[in-house]
C-alpha cells in the first residue's frame, strides 16, 4: 500500500533505508519515506514502532546507522540538531522545552541571538514574531513570562522558536496531549496556514481521529518497520489501526445500560493544600453509585492527580469530608494507602512507574504490591513464594499478559503489558470502589481495546468507578456522567450522552455550563 511521490522535486525531505540500532534492539529497519512539500504528513504507530528514533534522527539527535537523508532533494549529514536547524528542520516536542522565567520573546531569541547586544537581538525577534503571528494566528504575549502562560500560548512559542530559526520542516511529537479541543482546533487552524505558505509539517500522533482531520498522508510504522503509506482521504481510522497493531481493532467499546445502586464514594466540600501552599482542590463535591462511571475531564494539572491521591490516602485533605464506601475521612481522621484497601477500594495510579510498579521486581513480586500482607502470599515467617508465582501466572494469562512470564523484570514488559500488570493487580482483589488515573496513558491501541472492555465489565459487575482521563475520546466511551476540572474546581458535570466535545472542551476552560448554553445559543441564533 503506498501513496509515495516520484518525483524529488516535490519532495522536501526523504529517507532511504534508515537503520537505527540500540545495542540488541533494532529500533527502525531499513526505513523509507517521503515527505512531499507542502503538505502534512502524519506517522502513527504503536508506542516502539520506531517513531520517536525516527524523529531523533531526522533532527539530528541521533545518527542512523545505515541510510541516507536528503533534504529539497540534497543528500545531507545530519550530525547534530544544528546541522538540521541550518538545513530548515525544526522539531517542537511533546514536553516543551522552555525556561520558565523567561518571557516569551526570550525564550525565541535564545540561542539564535544576532550581534554583541541583546536589546539588538529582542529587537529583531520582536518584529518577526509580529509578522509571524498576523502571517500564522501565532499570537503570544512576548513580554509574559512562560511560567505565567497557559500550555497552548506555550506551544505557540516553540512553534515560533522553529519558524523564527527558518524552519521549513516542521516536527510537532504528539502537539495535543496538553491542549483543550478549542485548543487542538487553533492549532490545526495554524498547521493549515502554515502549509498554505508552503511549510511541510510532520505530525506525530497516537490520536488517529487527529489524524484524519489534520493530515494529507500518513505513514504507518510497526515495529521498527514502515508498513504503510496512504493518502488520508483513501484511508479510515479502522484501517489505520489495522495496519498499527496488524489485525482488526474495535476502537470503540459498545457500553449497554447498567443498574446503578447506592452511593459509594464521595467527597463533600473538599479542599486540599499542598506543601508549597498552593490550593489544588477547592471545595469540591462529587459522588459515584454503584454500577456507574464518573468521568473526570480536564487538562493536565488542573487538580485531577491531587483528587485520585485524596481518595487514594496518599495526601491529606485540609476541609471538607470524604466517605470510603462507608468509611469517613477528614482532616483529622484519615485512612492510609493500605487502609484504603481494606475498606474495599482499588487504586490504578496514573504513573504506573512512579507509583504502580517497581521496574527491578519479577513480575509475580510487583503483582502483590499492596497486598503482599495478604495471608494469601505472607506467611508467619517469609512470603509464599509458590502462592505468589501461581496467582501470578494465572491472572497474567486471563488478563494476556505478554509474555506470560512471572518471572520476567516488570521493565522488560512493554507498557500495555505494564499496564494490564496494574489493572489486573487492583480488579482481581475485587474492590467495590476503583479509583482509575489515566488507564491508556502510554499503553498500544491493541491494549487500549482490551483494558476498556475490562473496565466496562466492572461497571456490569456493579462496581463504582472514578476513571480521569486527560483523553476526551475515552472519557466519553467510558463514563455515564463527566465533571470537568479546572483549576482544582469541578466546573460542572455533563451527562455522557450529551457531552459533545465543544461543550466539554469549553467547560474544560473555564466556561461554566450556563455560559456554554449561552455561547451555543449565540451561534444558533
Known sequence: MTAQTDSAADLALELRGIDKSFGAVRANKHIDLKVEKGTIHGIVGENGAGKSTLMSIIYGFYQADKGDIFVDGQKLQIKDSKTAISAGIGMVHQHFMLIQNFTAIENVVLGAESGNLIDDSLKKARAEMEHLAKEYGL????????????????????????????????????????????????????????????????????????????????????????????????????????????????????????????????????????????????????????????????????????????????????????????????????????????VGVGHIPEDRHRMGLINAFPAYEAFVLGYHRSPEYNGKIQMKQKSMIDDCAEKMERWDVRPQDPYLKTANFSGGNQQKLVIAREVEQNPDVLLIGQPTRGVDIGAIESIHKRILDMRAAGKAILLVSVELDEIRSLADRILVMFDGIIVGEVPADKADERTLGLMMANIVPEEVKALQAEETA
Open 139 to 342: 499570537e503570544v504575549p512576548l513580554d509574559t513570562p512562560v511560567e505565567e502562560l497557559a500550555v497552548g500560548y506555550q506551544q505557540r512559542i516553540e512553534i515560533l522558536k522553529a519558524l523564527y530559526r527558518g524552519a521549513k520542516i516542521l516536527i510537532l511529537d504528539e502537539p495535543t496531549g496538553v491542549l483543550t479541543p478549542q485548543e487542538t482546533e487553533h492549532l490545526f487552524k495554524v498547521l493549515q496556514s502554515l502549509k498554505e505558505q508552503g511549510t511541510t509539517v510532520i505530525l506525530i500522533t497516537h490520536k488517529l481521529r487527529e489524524i484524519m482531520a489534520a493530515t494529507d498522508n500518513v505513514s504507518v510504522m510497526r515495529q521498527g518497520e514502515m508498513v504503510a503509506h496512504v493518502r488520508t482521504q483513501d484511508t479510515s481510522r479502522e484501517q489505520l489501526a489495522e495496519l498499527m497493531v496488524g489485525r482488526k481493532v474495535l476502537l470503540r467499546v459498545e457500553k449497554g445500560a447498567s443498574t446503578v445502586g447506592d452511593v459509594k464514594l464521595s467527597m463533600d466540600h473538599v479542599s486540599l493544600t499542598d506543601h508549597m501552599g498552593v490550593k489544588r482542590l477547592k471545595d469540591v463535591s462529587l459522588n459515584v453509585r454503584a454500577g456507574e462511571i464518573v468521568g473526570i475531564a480536564g487538562v493536565s494539572g488542573n487538580g485531577q492527580s491531587e483528587l485520585l491521591e485524596a481518595l487514594a490516602g496518599i495526601r491529606a485533605i485540609n476541609e471538607g469530608e470524604i466517605d470510603l464506601n462507608g468509611h469517613k475521612v477528614t482532616a483529622d481522621h484519615r485512612l492510609s494507602p493500605s487502609e484504603v484497601r481494606k
